[in-house]
């Protein structure tokens, strides 16, 4: 089967599970936010994109909730999304896509696929039945380092959550030089969680009214970073978390000045895609980053009824 058509049945298991329609399969809950990208001198070094050798790009940033239920509260227990979309000199956008896990949970889309089965809602309890979850984990051990969300403090706001976009990515420099990297985007006043019990007490909605109040008060700066390879470093397996010591370098600075008020309204569609690239960046050979695009294809043609080019 091509991506295309497994991604049908990709979004179909995801939307069944969720209900989502005319949102978002994924990530449905989120709000869309202003910002600016300045590249660092470091960045140029690395990549010859044009948004990393240049002075400071218009860009946008989505922050979600990860399930595809709108009105699921708070939700602690899920990851976050952070999407950072950057607007090119040629008029063409790059995004990353980042969450607040680790690691992904699986390595292929047939294991994604495995997983939103597993995950399935048993009729009797409306909760995953645990026997279909502890069989899928035994079959994918791997999925653990990304279930560890399950246990950590969750998120205390939007804007003090560090982000990982799992993938690598090849940055090639004006040369011609290539190298494996991984984005990261860290808050620069650092990163602050909440105790379970507290965060158990916030309303469905603390998220979205916390990122307004806070950008209402002052704009927020988060680092985008990049960790480089070291030797052996697996670069098409997005549940290998890379050692801690591999070297890192900022290559940026998204400055989030409020909420966007610009784009996603009267109709205008906005699809953060991590495989929309630019010269100067390539993707790796990951099955799930490559899978991706098929995927979020699927979910905008069924939210917009329009397929993105
Ligand atoms: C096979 C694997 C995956 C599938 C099938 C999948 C599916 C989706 C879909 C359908 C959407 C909504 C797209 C749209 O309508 O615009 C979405 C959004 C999103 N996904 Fe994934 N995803 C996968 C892997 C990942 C990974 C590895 C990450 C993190 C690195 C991630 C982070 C996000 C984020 C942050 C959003 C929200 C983007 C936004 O704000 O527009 N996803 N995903």
Request: aromatic residues 6%.
């Amino acid at each position: 089967m091509d991506d295309e058509a497994f991604a049908k049945d990709v979004i179909d298991a995801v939307v069944r599970e969720s209900g989502a329609t005319g949102l978002r399969a994924l990530h449905a809950k989120g709000t869309l936010c202003a910002a600016t990208f300045t590249p660092t001198p470091a960045a140029a070094s690395l990549s010859r994109a044009a948004h990393l050798t240049g002075g400071p790009r218009r860009a946008h940033v989505r922050f979600s909730n990860g399930s595809g239920v709108v009105g699921a509260d708070y939700a602690p227990r899920e990851g976050r999304g952070m999407a950072l979309k950057i607007y090119l000199p040629d008029g063409m956008t790059t995004d990353v896509v980042a969450v607040t896990l680790p690691a992904f949970f699986v390595r292929t889309p047939e294991a994604f696929m495995e997983f939103v089965h597993a995950r399935q809602a048993d009729p009797a309890t409306g909760e995953p039945d645990p026997d279909a979850v502890n069989k899928f984990i035994g079959e994918h051990p791997e999925s653990l380092t990304a279930l560890g969300v399950v246990f950590a403090d969750p998120t205390d706001s939007y804007l003090t959550a560090a982000y990982n976009a799992l993938h690598t990515y090849l940055f090639e420099d004006a040369a011609g030089h290539s190298t494996p990297i991984r984005y990261h985007l860290e808050p620069a006043g650092g990163v602050v969680t909440v105790p379970a019990d507290e965060a158990a007490q916030r309303g469905p909605d603390h998220l979205q009214t916390d990122l307004a109040e806070r950008l209402a008060a002052r704009p927020v700066v988060f680092d985008l970073v990049v960790s480089i390879a070291g030797d052996g470093d697996p670069l098409d397996d997005p549940t290998a978390v890379w050692p801690e010591d591999r070297s890192r370098t900022v290559i940026g600075h998204v400055e989030i000045t409020g909420i966007a008020t610009d784009r996603e309204r009267d109709g205008d569609v906005l699809v953060f895609d991590p495989t929309r690239i630019t010269d100067g960046i390539a993707l790796s050979d990951d099955p799930i980053l490559r899978f991706r695009r098929a995927a979020y294809s699927e979910s905008v043609l069924r939210r917009s009824g329009l397929r993105p080019g």
